[in-house]
C-alpha cells in the first residue's frame, strides 16, 4: 500500500510521540495537581505555534488551531490529564517516580496522542473554523470536567460538538468502538449511617439495639431496590463498598454506630432519583424495624453519558478512515464504568469513542485501574490518525493528503 504524506509524517514522529508518553506516565498528578503535566502540553502546543490558554478550570490548558480555509464551525477535542493514587509495580524503564501515583488509566497516552494531533493539524491546517483541543484535569472523581465548565470552557472557546477517546484494554490494539445513546453510566456514591444503644454481647445482647441487625437487613433490601423498585430492562447497579464498625480487640461489644456505603450506577436521570429515594427509604425503615436510627447521604458523580447520533457516525465514519470500517464496532456493549466528559455533553452533543489498547493470544490483558497497566505506545499512531479523521469529517477536508 502507499503509504500517504501523512502516513509518513506519524512514521518519522511515533518514536518522539512514544518519548513524550513515557515521560508524562514518569511523572503522574492527581487531579488538580497537574502542573507539570500542564506545563508540559503548553510548551509543547506553544512550540508547535498552537494559540493556548492555561488555568482553564485549575489545571486545564486549551489550544485553539483556526484553519486557513473559511468557515464558522467550531469543535473540540477532549483528552483527560490525571493519574490515580496507585502504587505501580510493571519495573519499567518509565515507570512512576512519584510514590503512591501512577498513570495507571492511560491518561499519559490520551495526552500523547491529542498533542500529536494538535502538531499535524497546526503544520496542515487545511481546514475550514477552528478546532479547540481541551486538555482536561481531574477526570477521575475530582470534578475536572465540571471545573473547566464553571471557568466558562464553552462561552470562551464555542464548539458546535465535542470529542472524546479512551483506550480500552481487552479490545484489540487500534480497533475502535462506540454506540448511540447511553454508553457508560452515571456513577453515584451513597453512605448510611446507622446508630444505635451498644452492649455487652456475651452477657447483655438483649439490652442493646443492635445496628449490626439493620444494617444486614438493608444489605439484602438494596438488591430488592433493583429486583422490585426498576423495571427488567432498565440498568442499575447497587454495590456495598465498605462496612465499619466495632474493633477486632473487642469483639464482645455489639457497636453503637455502623458505617456502610458504596455506588450506585443509572443511565436515565428518573432511575437515578428512584434509586436516590429508595435507598434513604430503605435505610429509615429498617432502622426503625431494629429500634435504631439512620442518616442516609447520596453524592451524584459524573452524568451517564449519552452518544448522539450525528456525532457518532462521524465518529465511526473517521475511525473507519483510520484502521478500515472491519476494525471499528459502531454498537459496542454500554458499560456501567463512568466518565466526567459526559458533564460536557450535557451542554454540547458528542460522542466517546474507545481505541484497542492491545490483548495477549492468550487472551489476557492488564486493565485500567491496576497496578501493571500500561498504555500500548504502538497505537499512537492511529489515535493521531483518528483525531485528523475527526477533523476531515467535521470540518470538511481530508487532512491525509495525496499519496507521497
Known amino acids: 500500500m502507499t503509504k500517504t504524506r501523512f502516513d509518513i509524517w506519524l512514521d518519522q514522529h511515533h518514536a518522539e510521540f512514544t518519548a513524550i508518553r513515557r515521560d508524562i506516565h514518569a511523572h503522574p498528578e492527581l487531579g488538580l495537581e497537574e502542573h507539570r503535566t500542564a506545563a508540559l502540553v503548553a510548551n509543547k502546543l506553544r512550540e508547535w505555534g498552537v494559540e493556548v490558554t492555561e488555568g482553564v478550570g485549575g489545571t486545564g490548558v486549551v489550544g485553539v488551531i483556526r484553519g486557513r480555509r473559511p468557515g464558522q464551525g467550531a469543535i473540540g477535542l477532549r483528552a483527560d490529564m490525571d493519574a490515580l493514587a496507585l502504587i505501580e509495580e510493571t519495573g519499567l524503564p518509565y515507570a512512576s517516580q512519584n510514590p503512591g ?7 499519559d497516552g490520551h495526552t500523547t496522542m491529542l498533542l500529536g494531533a494538535a502538531r499535524y493539524l497546526a503544520e496542515n491546517p487545511d481546514f475550514a473554523g477552528s478546532v479547540n483541543l481541551i486538555f482536561q484535569p481531574a477526570e477521575e472523581g475530582r470534578g475536572g470536567a465540571l471545573a473547566m465548565l464553571k471557568d466558562g470552557l464553552f462561552a470562551r472557546f464555542p464548539c458546535d460538538a465535542i470529542y472524546g477517546l479512551h483506550n480500552s484494554p481487552g479490545m484489540p490494539a487500534s480497533s475502535f468502538g462506540t454506540c448511540n445513546g447511553p454508553m457508560l453510566a452515571a456513577a453515584d456514591s451513597w453512605q448510611v449511617i446507622f446508630r444505635g444503644v451498644g452492649g455487652h454481647g456475651g452477657s447483655q445482647p438483649h439490652l442493646s439495639t443492635d445496628i449490626t441487625y439493620a444494617q444486614a437487613h438493608f444489605v439484602l433490601g438494596l438488591q ?7 423495571a427488567p430492562l432498565d440498568t442499575v447497579v447497587i454495590s456495598v463498598g465498605y462496612v465499619h464498625a466495632g474493633s477486632a480487640e473487642a469483639s464482645n461489644v455489639i457497636p453503637a454506630e455502623l458505617v456502610i456505603g458504596g455506588t450506585a450506577r443509572t443511565y436515565a436521570p428518573e432511575i437515578r432519583d428512584l434509586v436516590e429515594r429508595r435507598i434513604a427509604e430503605l435505610a429509615a425503615a429498617t432502622a426503625q424495624a431494629w429500634g435504631c436510627t439512620a442518616e442516609a447521604s447520596y453524592r451524584r458523580g459524573p452524568s451517564a453519558l449519552r452518544n448522539q447520533p450525528d456525532q457518532v457516525a462521524t465518529a465511526v465514519a473517521a475511525a473507519s478512515a483510520s484502521v478500515g470500517a472491519v476494525n471499528v464496532n459502531g454498537a459496542i456493549r454500554p458499560g456501567t464504568g463512568a466518565e466526567d466528559f459526559a458533564e460536557m455533553m450535557q451542554i454540547k452533543p458528542g460522542a466517546f469513542m474507545r481505541i484497542g489498547n492491545g490483548v495477549a493470544a492468550d487472551g489476557s ?16 499512531p492511529d489515535g493521531i490518525r483518528y483525531w485528523v479523521n475527526i477533523v476531515s469529517e467535521e470540518l470538511g477536508e ?3 493528503a495525496a499519496a507521497a
Open 101 to 107: 501515583r501512577m498513570h495507571a488509566c492511560g491518561h
Open 224 to 230: 430488592g431496590i433493583i429486583g422490585r423498585n426498576v
Open 365 to 380: 490483558f492488564k486493565g485500567l485501574h491496576t497496578p501493571l497497566f500500561d498504555f500500548n505506545d504502538e497505537i499512537i
Open 398 to 400: 481530508d487532512l491525509r
